[in-house]
């Protein structure tokens, strides 16, 4: 893993995004690009320098990050690791997704809110545009994930082909902690699958990657992120990979499981596209 990128609004939830990458980077040696974004709806970098002017307000606010940002980061997060620190003005979702873009990163850790979110505000968040259109696999957390948190991961899936091109792009990650890896299918009552079935699948994904070390588990319940979210209560599991669909042409509205298992729990959740 070379880049991780972190975006970083000054929220107690960025500060926990950047916190678990500096754990993932003391492992992996990678670099953390901190990408902080001053909210406006104007289109900045097309601004000539003379347009630029007639802001001043947003070039106070530039002035100020890039003043106050390295100190601040230190102090709240000390690390020997590089950080470096990219801050732009204009819609904060556009430029987040820009400059993953732009670095190509293994990952990305984001806050699961942050500045601007109200309770019940989550359709249309910053957050939710950049996990349905993010390249690269998404990590959202409420809290810092510490070392520890990082040994034991649940692999939410249906286990069809295209989940193991998926679980290939974060192998890395599981392998820099040693992670144990709990294989989980939720069956519930409106798509109910045999347990020979479920089993058949976990079996064919594990082929392939023996180094590792698997449990595999069906856990019942009424909805699939209920399940999920009691599942990893019952086995003391912080954090949960999905896969994910691409949602890069889906309405605004159409909030899928992802979503769900970040408002409604404390996990740590990842998204990965295959």
């Not at 019940?120 to 990590?139: E, H, M, Y």
């Not at 192998?171 to 045999?194: D, Q, R």
């Not at 856990?219 to 999905?242: C, P, R, Y």
């Amino acid at each position: 893993m070379k880049k991780i990128v972190v975006p970083f609004d000054f929220s107690a939830f960025s500060i926990a995004a950047l916190k678990t990458a500096q754990k993932i980077s003391a492992k992996s040696e990678a670099e953390i690009i901190c990408i902080t974004v001053i909210p406006s709806e104007v289109d900045w970098d097309l601004l000539s320098d003379q347009a630029k002017k007639k802001y001043p307000d947003l070039i106070d606010e530039y002035d100020e990050a890039v003043d106050v940002l390295p100190e601040y980061m230190q102090l709240i997060a000390p690390t020997k690791a590089h950080i470096r620190q990219i801050i732009r003005i204009g819609v904060p979702a556009e430029l987040i997704l820009r400059v993953i873009h732009e670095e190509n990163p293994e990952l990305v850790v984001i806050g699961a809110y942050g500045k601007g979110y109200t309770n019940g505000n989550f359709i249309g968040s910053t957050l939710q545009k950049v996990l349905r259109n993010a390249t690269c696999p998404v990590l959202a957390v409420k809290e810092a994930l510490d070392g520890n948190d990082f040994r034991k991961v649940a692999f939410a899936s249906d286990f069809s082909p295209k989940s193991k091109l998926a679980f290939d792009k974060i192998k890395p990650l599981i392998k820099l902690f040693k992670s144990s890896v709990h294989l989980l299918y939720v069956n519930i009552p409106s798509h109910f699958t045999s347990s020979q079935e479920v089993t058949a699948g976990m079996n064919s994904f594990v082929k392939g990657n023996e180094e590792l070390t698997f449990h595999q588990h069906i856990f019942n319940d009424t909805e699939i992120e209920k399940g999920m979210k009691a599942f990893a209560e019952s086995q003391h599991i912080n954090w949960i990979v999905l896969l994910s669909g691409d949602h890069s042409h889906s309405p605004a509205y159409q909030i899928g499981t992802t979503e769900t298992l970040i408002f409604m729990s404390p996990l740590a959740v990842m998204s990965v596209k295959s």
